[in-house]
């Protein structure tokens, strides 16, 4: 078993406004007070400025998803509408690198759609893209929790918690990443960098190996092989990954 050390962030996220780290390998609580959110979201509807003064001051209190629902009366918008408008331009921000402007439009939706775990999960990576892990992680456990049998959820949410030097919590989301997607070399691979970490080669080495028979000519695989072998004290068979590794990549120029 992985041992628990220090988390670098072992406090609750704090209340700051809500804000949006991926690897090669894959393809927060909405915050600010109510009226910034309310703000935010009627002014998203081109309503007449003294319109919206009078509808912030007035619809303190009530819950994004009920306003937008009571002010789409008014204005005749219908809360689909509304809900595509965010989805879109949170994933096209997400994919231009803004990852603060894409958490904001998610952080929306997750008020709109509480219970979707698309939502809850592309909320958590933008967050944590943005470097704000204690949000991502906050997201992602409840992405998780919406959708237990999505690998890539797992996934993202083991490689922040990697991060963030938890490495018992990460060893299990790994291998619920190996059980849930056997075939996928990278959670075995993920899941030996966590044993790596943690100092377990033995355990390091069985998982990177499953890795390896999935993806033979991964250089980042033989690669970390042949860290594990030199952390054992077994320099031939370090030196052996460590060319396999080298010639793999000399041979991809």
Do not use: C
């Amino acid at each position: 078993m992985v041992s628990r050390g220090q988390s670098k962030s072992d406090k609750e996220p704090d209340s700051r406004a809500s804000a949006g780290l991926e690897e090669e390998e894959t393809g927060g609580e909405p915050q600010g007070d109510a009226v910034t959110t309310t703000e935010r979201t009627v002014g998203e509807l081109n309503a007449p400025l003294g319109f919206k003064a009078v509808t912030v001051f007035t619809n303190i209190g009530r819950t994004l998803g009920s306003l937008v629902d009571w002010y789409a009366e008014l204005t005749e918008v219908k809360r689909d509408d509304v809900i595509e408008r965010h989805r879109k331009r949170g994933i096209a921000a997400f994919q231009r690198g803004r990852f603060a402007d894409a958490a904001k439009d998610f952080a929306v939706l997750a008020e709109l759609r509480p219970t979707d775990a698309w939502v809850s999960y592309m909320l958590g990576r933008s967050h944590g893209n943005a470097g704000d892990v204690p949000w991502a992680l906050k997201w992602l456990r409840r992405a998780a929790q919406q959708n237990p049998g999505d690998p890539e959820i797992h996934f993202q949410l083991g490689l922040f918690l990697s991060h963030d030097e938890q490495l018992v919590e990460a060893e299990a989301e790994f291998s619920k990443v190996a059980e849930l997607a056997p075939a996928e070399p990278k959670g075995h691979y993920r899941l030996g960098v966590v044993y790596d970490n943690a100092g377990e080669h033995d355990k390091a080495l069985e998982s990177l190996h499953r890795a390896l028979e999935l993806r033979p000519n991964s250089p980042k695989v033989n690669q970390r092989l042949g860290f594990v072998y030199e952390g054992k004290g077994d320099h031939a068979q370090a030196l052996k990954y460590f060319k396999h590794a080298a010639e793999i990549e000399d041979s991809s120029l």
